[in-house]
């Protein structure tokens, strides 16, 4: 069974950065596609980042230049580091893993962050 466990949210003032984590077990996590998506209240679970197994990232351009992500396959983590915070990135944020070829899927149950003065 592939378990994700994220960490790092909380309160953080406009202009501050904030490091999320997603701990992922199960096996051949190098293989996954990770992402995280943000989900704020009254709105739609949308897609902040993604990172492929080679390496490959992606952002829409609601974050793009403030929002990084990064894995380590031998620690089975994926990390988005998040810079220049706003208001409008107060969300519930949530880690994706994704196997295409075996039709797997699996979610995290989300941490929060807070943008707020």
């Known amino acids: 069974q592939v378990q994700l466990v994220e960490s790092g949210g909380g309160l953080v003032q406009p202009g501050g950065s904030l490091r999320l984590s997603c701990a992922v077990s199960?096996?051949?996590?190098?293989?996954?596609?990770m992402a995280w998506y943000r989900q704020a209240p009254g709105k739609e679970r949308e897609l902040v980042a993604a990172?492929?197994?080679?390496?490959?990232?992606s952002f829409p351009d609601s974050v793009k230049g403030r929002f990084t992500i990064s894995r380590d396959n031998a620690k089975n983590t994926v990390i988005l580091q998040m810079n220049s915070l706003k208001p409008e990135d107060t969300a519930v944020y949530y880690c994706?893993?994704?196997?295409?070829?075996?039709?797997?899927?699996?979610w995290g149950k989300g941490t929060l962050v807070t943008v707020s003065s």
């Open positions: 199960g096996p051949s996590f190098r293989f996954a596609v």
């Open positions: 994706n893993a994704k196997w295409s070829a075996y039709g797997m899927n699996y």
């Open positions: 990172i492929t197994n080679d390496g490959s990232t």
